[in-house]
């Protein structure tokens, strides 16, 4: 399989029962085989079904790292998009209560965007990039969105070093198709020639 993120071939990482992953020395990505992806009807039925809502305080706590960085680099004169936002576009809720100018983009529910004619200051997805079928293209689409000094905040779990891919339960999610490491972060923010990519744990923050 030619890896989705740097054009390179991959190897054979890990199968279960139907799901097959290659591996990526050079980006140090994992990949789910594009076979193996939901068709789009069932994959908007599994997020119909999710429960992450803005009243919700657990879900706040999970989105807090997101929400705490833009309120840390911008103020509410700046124009966000919160790309992938769900049904319920709980991120883009949170920043509206603090005063914040920004919209929710998600395919399946908030499709109208004109992405040719508008550009933010930042950009915000919250357990998105995991779901990407073309990632290098739609981490492109984000860079060309954003204004000059703008900011991409990410929060997604990265390959884990300590537990083996087998028992990593964030592989389990069927929608889950695209998994990043550090190397990856970097390696995609030197390609799309973001001048600063800074990790925090599940937090990525990539700078224009």
Not at 117 to 141: M, R
Not at 160 to 168: G, I, N, V
């Amino acid at each position: 399989m030619v890896c989705r993120i740097c054009n390179q071939t991959t190897q054979p990482f890990y199968q279960y029962q139907q799901k097959v992953y290659f591996f990526c020395s050079n980006c140090q990505s994992v990949q789910l085989d594009g076979s193996c992806f939901l068709t789009s009807a069932e994959e908007k039925a599994h997020y119909l079904n999710h429960q992450n809502v803005s009243i919700d305080l657990g879900y706040r706590a999970f989105v807090q790292p997101v929400t705490d960085a833009v309120m840390q680099n911008f103020n509410n004169h700046h124009i966000g998009l919160d790309f992938g936002s769900g049904k319920d576009a709980a991120v883009v809720a949170i920043l509206k209560e603090k005063g914040y100018q920004i919209q929710a983009y998600d395919p399946f529910f908030f499709p109208d965007l004109n992405w040719d004619e508008q550009k933010f200051d930042f950009i915000t997805a919250t357990e998105v990039v995991e779901h990407l079928h073309h990632p290098l293209q739609t981490f492109k689409k984000l860079k060309d969105a954003l204004k000059p000094k703008g900011k991409l905040f990410i929060m997604t779990e990265l390959l884990p070093t300590e537990t083996s891919f087998a028992h990593w339960y964030y592989k389990n999610d069927p929608t889950h198709v695209t998994f990043y490491s550090v190397k990856t972060m970097q390696w995609l923010a030197d390609y799309l020639e973001f001048s600063k990519v800074t990790i925090q744990k599940r937090l990525v923050m990539m700078g224009v």
